[in-house]
């Protein structure tokens, strides 16, 4: 038992170090860093261009990077996870590594894995260039980073896992691209929307009352991944929305390899 655990390990350590390899080599790792060298540029260079710079404190240098991380792990998920498993069927490179002795269950666990470790490095790379930035600009770091990077993993987590599942769906690259960057950045918020303004009392009226408590939809990925900016200026239960943002990606992770094992070339 030992032993047949090691050897699909060891395949799927095969199939991530591939998969890895094809995404450095490929076009959308250019695309990804040129979006996160562009971000970083436009957030640091144009307050200086515009007018006095960035701000000294270090809890608002902090918030004005972090508000982007949501757009930038949305992206990797698009660029990378969405693309990971219906690109073999679509290259029919599916077709050769069936026919050799490896576990289906090797081969997404590689492909995934591979992604999976893609976008953490990113989210922490970023995190770590705000870090240095905003110690050189304010000679600090907020301590609540911490935090809303914990927070940014999860929801790398979650939404690759959403995005994985698109892929084991579609048939086509370009058709899970688009679908997932469509999902993750307009269904599911949309959807939490309804449900908070469903759930609101009809006897509460939002425009003569501002200061409403809205129903909170707190289940939603879109909602509990507010936590990684809310984190740095209010109290987030950091336990739950990191719980939420796991178990949509685990779901939806679990789904995705039933999928790819019944699914044939």
Do not use: C, H
Request: glycine residues 6%; proline residues 2%.
């Amino acid at each position: 038992m030992k032993e047949g655990v090691a050897d699909d390990l060891r395949q799927s350590y095969v199939v991530m170090k591939n998969e890895m390899t094809k995404f450095f080599r490929g076009k959308r790792m250019l695309l990804f860093l040129g979006l996160v060298v562009t971000v970083l540029l436009l957030i640091t260079v144009l307050p200086y261009a515009l007018g006095d710079g960035l701000s000294k404190d270090p809890k608002e240098i902090i918030q004005t990077y972090i508000s982007f991380v949501y757009l930038l792990v949305l992206l990797a998920a698009t660029l990378f996870a969405s693309v990971t498993i219906v690109s073999e069927y679509e290259e029919r490179t599916a077709l050769i590594l069936f026919t050799r002795p490896i576990k289906k269950s090797s081969i997404f666990l590689g492909k995934f894995s591979a992604s999976l470790i893609i976008g953490i490095a990113f989210v922490g790379l970023y995190y770590l260039l705000v870090a240095l930035i905003s110690l050189i600009v304010a000679g600090g770091v907020d301590s609540e980073m911490a935090k809303s990077l914990l927070l940014a993993v999860m929801y790398v987590i979650g939404t690759f896992g959403v995005a994985i599942l698109i892929s084991s769906i579609m048939k086509k690259a370009s058709t899970s691209t688009i679908i997932t960057f469509v999902i993750l950045l307009m269904i599911l918020p949309i959807i939490s929307a309804v449900i908070i303004v469903s759930l609101t009392p009809e006897s509460i009226d939002v425009f003569t009352n501002p200061d409403v408590v809205f129903y909170d939809a707190w289940w939603m990925l879109d909602q509990a991944s507010n936590a990684i900016y809310g984190v740095l200026s209010t109290t987030v239960n950091v336990a739950r929305e990191s719980l939420v943002m796991v178990a949509w990606g685990l779901a939806s992770t679990a789904v995705a390899f039933i999928l790819f094992k019944r699914k044939e070339f």
